[in-house]
Structure formats: C-alpha cells, structure tokens
C-alpha cells in the first residue's frame, strides 16, 4: 500500500509525457516542422546555420507531411497551390531528404536559362543588377564547408558574388548571387513543368542542385506537388558557427527575420 501513491505519480508523469509527445508529433506533422539550413544554395536569402519553422498549414497535407511519409494521404488534403516565388520545402524526390528553394514554375510554365538570365513563358524575367555580395572566405556551418566565390580571396579574405534583383510577374523580388554565365545549368533547354509538378531553383545560382539538373545528374527534377512539405515565412534564429553554444557566432539581426 505505501508504494501505491508512488505508481500513480509515476504512471500521471509517464502520461504526461506521452501526451506531451503526442502534441509535439501533431504539431509537426500538421502545422510547422524544424528547418535547419545546412548550405548556401539560397544565398543570401537564407544563410547557413539559419533555424527556421516550415508552415505546413499552407499547401495542405499529404502523405510526406508525417514523418517518415507515414501520414495515410493519397494526393493533398484541403491543398492549395503555392505562389511563384514562395521558398518551398518538400520531400527530394529520389532520396527522401528534405530540401528548400524558391518555387518559378507551376504546372504548364516554360522555364529557360539564357546566359544567366531567367526565361519565364518565353519571357525574361525582370532583373535589375545590385553590386556584390560579400561574405567572409571562411569555413561555414557544423560541416565546414568554403563558400564559392567570383575572386580568389586568402582564408579570412572577402568572397564576392555578383548580386541583381529578380522580380516575377506577381511582384515577388528577390536577389540571386551569380559566379559565371558559362556554367552548365546558365544555358538550358526550355523545361516545360508537367502537370501536378513545380520546377524550383535556388537563389545562389551556381551553387544549386535543382530543378535545372535531372534526377540521374543529382539535382531533383521537377517535384511532384505532393512532395510539398510547407512555405518558409521566417527566420527564427541564425548562427554563423559550428555549434549553438558559440554564442559570439550568434546572428541576432536575423532574429524572426521576415523571408521574401
């Protein structure tokens, strides 16, 4: 008997804490999920080492809204489709990892690259040249990694990319970085999106595995809708080094940064 007040506070712990778990797994699944940015492919929209909550709520729900794509979903439920321009996440289509770029084309749009200018409908996309980007030649994030840079800067030197202004038909600007214009994915052929499909890209150009680049040569294709995980709205916090207790690599400016 004296061991019974005992059992019952563990078993209204064990409780709690299930009911705990089952909110947090409901919420992920179903409102916002954790994002952490492990590289630069949307510079400098989103830097390495940014944390941010995905809205799940904003395309609806499908399969790969749970995790493990365990959610028993076939298509989208209550969907919506995104905005040209909306900084998208969803599910890579070969290899399950979750990935984030901005969304250009939609069902039916035609997409070309031109010698590093963007075609939309046989339309180039309005572009406006905004100087350089300029970032320090440094290892970033938990794995270390040099940025690319335009110049040939020392360790510790200034990296620099060519920065312009990218604005849609639907008003949404936003800048993209640029190396070159001879690359392999700055001269493309026209890529019609097919139907219940999206062609993203990243805004750092030539440091983008996307929708330029087919499956079999390691970008991601078109995305299938149902891929859609949620709409990137904001940075929750941001730090410039390899562990979150490095608390002087803290980027307090980007501290519930609005993305656009």
């Not at 941010?52 to 709520?57: S, Y």
Request: proline share 7%.
């Amino acid at each position: 008997m004296g061991n019974r007040p005992r059992w019952e506070s563990w078993w209204q712990t064990a409780k709690s804490v299930a009911l705990a778990l089952l909110l947090a797994g409901l919420v992920r699944s179903f409102l916002v999920q954790p994002f952490w940015i492990p590289s630069g492919s949307m510079k400098e929209t989103l830097l390495v080492g940014d944390f941010l909550f995905v809205n799940k709520f904003a395309y609806g729900w499908s399969r790969f809204s749970c995790p493990f794509a365990l959610c028993p979903i076939e298509g989208r439920l209550w969907g919506a489709m995104p905005e040209r321009g909306d900084i998208v996440v969803f599910r890579h289509p070969r290899n399950g990892d979750d990935y984030i770029k901005r969304l250009i084309g939609l069902p039916g749009d035609r997409v070309q690259m031109r010698d590093g200018l963007l075609f939309l409908n046989d339309r180039m996309v309005a572009r406006r040249e905004a100087g350089s980007y300029r970032e320090v030649y440094a290892p970033q994030g938990p794995g270390g990694a040099m940025p690319r840079c335009r110049n040939h800067p020392r360790p510790g030197g200034i990296c620099l990319k060519d920065r312009a202004i990218e604005t849609l038909l639907n008003g949404v600007s936003y800048p993209v970085l640029n190396l070159s214009d001879l690359g392999f994915a700055d001269t493309t052929t026209t890529f019609t999106v097919p139907p219940g499909h999206v062609f993203v890209m990243g805004d750092n150009r030539d440091n983008s595995l996307d929708s330029r680049y087919a499956l079999a040569r390691g970008g991601v294709g078109f995305v299938p809708v149902e891929n859609l995980i949620g709409r990137a709205d904001r940075v929750i916090f941001s730090s410039a080094g390899s562990s979150l207790l490095a608390v002087w690599t803290w980027r307090f400016d980007r501290l519930f940064h609005a993305l656009h």
